[in-house]
């Protein structure tokens, strides 16, 4: 019955779809208010080692009760006072009546309500990074495989010079690569808000400490290392900085563009059957279509990297219209694009990483496309061979420019295949090179260095 109740209320489908499970409880109501518990218990064990009247039965008792948090009275006690770091505490104090004079002693919302939130950043950033470098791990296969493997280059979307299906590959690799980066440095680029105050002067902790300023140092060290960061902002407001927000959520939209790119480039070689994701075998491409394989795990990629694309508005806007120390009207919109930002990453991730290990290559249709536009890529090395056999570059030149334009009308006008090659060999100006024309067409000779700069680039990209 309580799941048939569930279904009357909209549930985020970045939860109830698509998040894993370690992602979404890095942002569970669960995880958020056992850490403020465990914050309060980190100041009352450094405010206690450096001298104030706290006992070790106090702390016993919260660490006791660190865990068993009742969520039923927490909303009650919200809904009576309108705030929910004190109803925490009075709930709380409930169940550790011996520690309730010295649960949150100096701190202001902001020490649970901000540290809370770097701690999930940081949790969230050791999440992404092994999924991004298992992505980069089976594309660095997948390119290494590939290597050798010509394909047609596109520009404009329009038939171009030839790779090779690794090189293509190397290129996703490399924004990958300049991803981990990102996230790294934004990862260990966090510090802790620590213990501060209500406006970042730390004047409470200092009357605390009877105005002894080496201890007040001291205990934002303490709760700093606690919390295990190495080192806590000099200074802050009430809050943290909101261009952090922005630093984060920036190296998240920077990867949502290069998922969205990969996938995008995907769709388009799945389109022209060179390569498609994984497809199972009782998979359903159309309800009214059944012989489509649409390409759907690479168009969700998409979707959800337009989303984290965007999100990164938020604390851009949130920031910019923070008045002097604090203004409240940042809660309620970090509330929502701070987990979304980081659980949208980890879907597209886990997505991506499932099309990565199941690409399909179709050698023989990038084969028959090659073909079909070798031909006219061809032309500049035809007219090479005629110079080195004694002929004349512009007339050469003009010989294939009729020919080719010829071509080119039975490809656009009649719908037929190429002929060029054909009518190359059927003119006699041709004939001193007829013997060169399997070596000149060879797609091999067309690729360049591609394969080496896939192999050059391997060691770099296992090494993530």
Avoid at 215 to 228: I, S, Y
Avoid at 254 to 263: D, E, P, Q, T, W
Avoid at 352 to 359: C, K
Wanted: aromatic content about 8%.
């Amino acid at each position: 019955m309580a799941g048939a109740e569930e279904m009357k209320k909209y549930r985020s489908p970045l939860v109830s779809r698509y998040a894993s499970k370690e992602m979404s409880y890095n942002f569970s109501d669960k995880k958020k208010f056992t850490t403020w518990r465990k914050l309060w218990i980190f100041l009352a064990k450094a405010e206690k080692a450096l001298g104030l009247p706290i006992t070790d039965a106090q702390i016993a008792e919260m660490e006791s009760h660190a865990e068993d948090i009742d969520f039923a009275m927490a909303a009650e006690e919200e809904r009576k006072l309108r705030h929910d770091v004190m109803a925490h505490v009075h709930t709380f104090a409930h169940c550790c009546p011996t520690a309730a004079p010295i649960i949150h002693l100096g701190a202001t919302s902001c020490y649970v309500g901000d540290n809370t939130d770097l701690i999930a950043l940081r949790d969230g950033f050791n999440i992404l990074l092994p999924k991004l470098a298992r992505v980069i791990d089976r594309l660095a296969n997948f390119a290494e495989e590939y290597a050798d493997l010509p394909t047609l280059g596109f520009t404009h979307f329009q038939p171009a010079q030839l790779t090779t299906v690794g090189k293509r590959a190397c290129l996703w690799l490399q924004d990958l690569v300049m991803d981990v980066r990102n996230l790294e440095r934004a990862r260990d680029d966090l510090r802790f808000r620590g213990v501060k105050g209500t406006t970042g002067t730390q004047a409470s902790f200092l009357q605390l400490f009877q105005g002894d300023h080496d201890k007040v140092v001291e205990l934002d060290k303490m709760v700093t290392e606690m919390a295990g960061f190495k080192k806590a902002y000099l200074v802050t407001g009430q809050t943290y900085s909101r261009k952090v927000d922005i630093d984060c959520l920036s190296r998240l939209a920077s990867l949502g563009a290069s998922v969205h790119k990969i996938c995008t480039d995907i769709r388009l070689l799945a389109n022209l059957k060179e390569i498609e994701e994984p497809f199972e075998k009782e998979q359903i491409g159309s309800s009214a279509m059944p012989y489509k394989r649409n390409p759907m795990r690479a168009e969700r990629c998409c979707s959800l990297a337009r989303h984290l694309i965007a999100l990164v508005a938020d604390p851009l806007q949130t920031a910019s219209v923070q008045w002097l120390e604090r203004t409240l009207d940042d809660s309620a919109n970090r509330r929502i694009s701070l987990p979304e930002s980081f659980l949208t990453a980890d879907i597209i991730l886990s997505t991506l990483q499932n099309i990565t290990e199941g690409l399909v290559v179709y050698p023989k249709v990038i084969e028959r496309h090659i073909r079909h536009e070798l031909p006219f890529m061809a032309t500049e090395n035809i007219i090479m061979a005629i110079v080195k056999a004694g002929g004349n570059r512009q007339e050469c030149h003009e010989k294939i420019r009729v020919l080719s334009q010829e071509a080119a009308a039975v490809v656009k006008q009649e719908g037929g295949d190429n002929d060029l090659l054909a009518r190359i060999q059927r003119d006699p100006y041709f004939a001193p090179i007829l013997g060169q024309l399997d070596a000149l067409l060879d797609p091999k000779t067309f690729i360049g260095r591609a394969p080496q700069q896939v192999q050059h680039e391997q060691p770099y990209f296992c090494s993530v």
